[in-house]
């Protein structure tokens, strides 16, 4: 599976290219989603929960960022990865800077549901709690902060209906 290129690279309103990043849908043989618990370094309570994943690294393909990124920050390895199930330009502020970003969710599923974050860099080190699986009413009952923000219902018909043809553009988010 390789990816497609769009015409145009997405950019920042500045017109700066957007960092490209690789994330993953990670399902469970219980359907239940992985999602990462993170904060603000130095700020616990400004928290939330967010995908495995991110930036490439050197000439890396998407697909290889998000099994690299998977097995740093979850320790998971058996992975089948699938398609590109959406696609999103965010922009938020984190560690002191202003993150933008052009974000691709891979679906990938596993058995092996035992995580161990041994390859995080020291920014996540400080800002990564840990890891949980969620169950679908779980993630859509939540009072917590997921991103992306309609993940629950993203989840509920990926799993109601299966992935898309192909990828679906979800709105941007900027926080």
Partial sequence: MRESAPAEAPSTPTG?????VA???LLDPSERILL????????????WWFTPGGGLEGDETREQAALRELREETGITEVQLGPVLWRRVCSFPFAGRRWEQDEW???????????AAEGLTELERRSVAGARW?????????H???????????LRRLLDEGPPDRPEILDTEIV
């Fill in 36 to 47: 990462l618990h993170g904060h603000e370094p130095g700020d616990p309570a400004d928290d």
């Fill in 23 to 25: 994330r993953v849908v």
């Fill in 144 to 154: 917590e902060t997921v991103y992306p923000t309609r993940l629950a219902e993203l």
């Fill in 134 to 142: 969620w169950t679908c009413r779980e993630l859509t009952e939540a």
């Fill in 105 to 115: 969710y891979y679906l990938a599923r596993t058995t092996q549901t035992a995580t």
């Fill in 16 to 20: 700066r290219p957007l960092r490209k």
